[in-house]
């Protein structure tokens, strides 16, 4: 049974932003994310960080969420004695309605090896975030299966399944470029089409 929530920030009382059928919200003052739990009534919070452009553009901008997790993984059970085996992964928090056309920017960032630099808030639009935290902690086993595995023939090698343990998770905002038909990335200065978004 879903209970009703107070979106309102529990630490500085104002109100948090989002949309009508955002699972997470947002309050800058505090600069947290409040993931929204309807069966236990809860705002789960968890820090919020600003992500500085990599590539500017002379168009309007709007922040994109992306849940941000820290995790160690291990191969073959097999842990590695070093940090090797720690990963920060960054998944898509808002809905991509054709995935297989988009691709996703979380997976790209992880084979770029993009490292994601934090800066001071800006007051821009920030674009819903409509997928929960539940629906996020699979993705980076996902990823890390894509990287060590790209194909069917390669998962026979006598390799287990990837293992995952989360450490840390956040939400970052990553500033895009908004055009007439399409996004464009501030750190890759890739180009999407939002019909792949909305």
Same mark, same amino acid.
């Given at each position: 049974?879903?209970?009703?929530?107070?979106?309102?920030?529990?630490?500085?009382?104002? =109100?948090?932003?989002?949309?009508?059928?955002? &699972?997470?919200?947002?309050? +800058?003052?505090?600069?947290?994310?409040?993931?929204?739990? /309807?069966?236990? @009534?809860?705002? *789960? %919070?968890?820090?919020?960080?600003?992500?500085?452009?990599?590539?500017?553009?002379?168009?309007?901008?709007?922040?994109?969420?992306?849940?941000?997790?820290?995790?160690?993984? /291990?191969? !073959?059970?097999?842990?590695?004695?070093?940090?090797?085996?720690?990963? /920060?992964?960054?998944?898509?928090?808002?809905? $991509?309605? =054709?995935?297989?056309?988009?691709? !996703?920017?979380?997976?790209?960032?992880?084979? +770029? =090896?993009?490292?994601?630099?934090?800066?001071?808030? &800006?007051?821009? @639009?920030?674009? %819903?975030? #409509?997928? #929960?935290?539940?629906?996020?902690?699979?993705?980076?086993? $996902?990823?890390? /299966? &894509?990287? +060590?595995?790209?194909?069917?023939? #390669?998962?026979?090698? @006598?390799?287990?399944?990837?293992?995952?343990?989360? *450490?840390?998770?956040?939400?970052?905002?990553? %500033?895009?470029? &908004?055009?007439? +038909?399409?996004?464009? #990335?501030? $750190?890759?200065?890739?180009?999407?089409?939002?019909?792949?978004?909305?």
């Amino acid at each position: 049974m879903s209970r009703a929530i107070c979106l309102k920030c529990p630490q500085c009382r104002t =109100n948090l932003s989002g949309e009508n059928n955002s &699972k997470v919200f947002f309050c +800058h003052n505090c600069a947290l994310a409040f993931n929204v739990d /309807t069966a236990q @009534g809860k705002l *789960l %919070p968890y820090p919020l960080l600003y992500i500085n452009p990599q590539k500017t553009g002379a168009l309007e901008q709007v922040y994109f969420p992306f849940w941000q997790f820290e995790s160690r993984y /291990t191969l !073959d059970g097999t842990v590695p004695t070093d940090n090797s085996s720690i990963r /920060t992964f960054y998944i898509p928090a808002f809905f $991509i309605k =054709n995935i297989n056309y988009f691709g !996703d920017i979380g997976y790209y960032y992880m084979k +770029h =090896n993009v490292v994601l630099e934090p800066g001071p808030f &800006k007051r821009l @639009g920030v674009f %819903p975030a #409509d997928r #929960d935290i539940r629906h996020a902690l699979r993705y980076p086993q $996902i990823y890390l /299966t &894509k990287e +060590h595995f790209p194909s069917l023939r #390669d998962m026979r090698k @006598g390799f287990s399944e990837v293992q995952v343990k989360q *450490l840390k998770a956040g939400l970052a905002l990553v %500033p895009f470029y &908004k055009a007439e +038909h399409s996004y464009s #990335d501030s $750190i890759l200065s890739w180009k999407y089409p939002s019909g792949a978004l909305i």
